[in-house]
């Protein structure tokens, strides 16, 4: 039987291996993305500055190697809850395309509220690093699962998480062949007992969710295509954790959607492009829609 061998050109392979090295960890920076009800303890997020990018960028390349474009619009004449007050606003939404001469064009995209401080800035970064990401670079901060740690009363992390050894620059790397834009692999998870009643409620949540944001969370969180791979107890509680979440979410998605009646709540998803709510396409779509409705709640409470 004929095979066919992978064909790879090592020039382009050096290349990819340098844009997909981890940064320096004085370049990682941890936010906050939501916190327990008593706000003791945070979900953190690992990112690196924009200039982190650049300068990777032009030491691969020289800064006469690449360039980038940036498409920006607006939409105007938007409504959102900021504090305890609904005030009218809008969105920068910015495309970046960044070309690298020897390795093509990718582009990405990026949002922000209008009336937030920099956000054509942060619109302008966002856009950025994602079309980066399309080449390798930065791309293995999104292999960090969710990390909790304690919070002091200005919401901000007390002690910090430690970098794992795939993500320190020329760290350990999988063995074997691999395309090198995928980037460093976590390490594989302890494996450990598991709780059959939590895998059966983590499966409960698929018919709440949906199929796009049940399969999120379980990657996100555990790295797991299936509720009975979940490798441990304590990733399956994690799981069960983000996925009540999400699913209060949907409730008070349907809730919202009660106050304000069904036209409003057909034209919210029509405009942004949800077919039904089990088919909400990720968490983000479903933020956005939760926001959208509270925003028409308040214009029929007022």
């Not at 690093?129 to 699962?145: D, E, S, V």
Request: glycine fraction near 6%; hydrophobic fraction near 40%.
């Amino acid at each position: 039987m004929a095979t066919t061998e992978l064909k790879t050109n090592p020039e382009l392979d050096a290349l990819f291996v340098q844009l997909v090295e981890p940064f320096d960890p004085s370049e990682i920076k941890w936010r906050v993305t939501h916190t327990t009800q008593d706000r003791r303890r945070g979900a953190v997020i690992a990112f690196a500055d924009p200039r982190a990018y650049t300068d990777r960028l032009n030491q691969i390349f020289t800064p006469t190697g690449w360039t980038r474009t940036y498409d920006v619009s607006t939409v105007t004449a938007v409504s959102r809850m900021k504090g305890d007050k609904l005030i009218q606003t809008g969105k920068v939404l910015v495309t970046c395309s960044l070309t690298i001469h020897q390795l093509g064009c990718h582009t990405g995209s990026g949002e922000e509220w209008a009336d937030e401080q920099n956000a054509m800035t942060s619109a302008e970064a966002q856009a950025f690093k994602r079309a980066c990401t399309c080449f390798g670079l930065g791309r293995y901060l999104y292999n960090f699962a969710e990390m909790w740690v304690p919070l002091n009363d200005y919401r901000q992390p007390v002690n910090l998480p430690p970098l794992p050894q795939w993500a320190l620059p020329k760290g350990s790397r999988p063995e074997g062949r691999i395309n090198p834009v995928c980037g460093p692999r976590p390490p594989v998870v302890q494996r450990g007992p598991i709780d059959q009643k939590t895998t059966a409620r983590i499966e409960g949540f698929r018919r709440i969710l949906g199929d796009p944001i049940y399969g999120e969370i379980l990657w996100r969180v555990a790295r797991a295509r299936r509720a009975n791979a979940v490798p441990n107890a304590q990733l399956q509680a994690d799981v069960s954790e983000a996925m009540e979440r999400a699913a209060r979410g949907i409730r008070k998605a349907h809730s919202l959607a009660e106050e304000i009646g069904d036209t409003q709540f057909v034209s919210v998803l029509e405009r942004l492009r949800i077919r039904s709510m089990t088919t909400i396409r990720n968490l983000e779509a479903l933020k956005l829609l939760v926001l959208e409705l509270e925003n028409l709640a308040a214009q029929h409470a007022a």
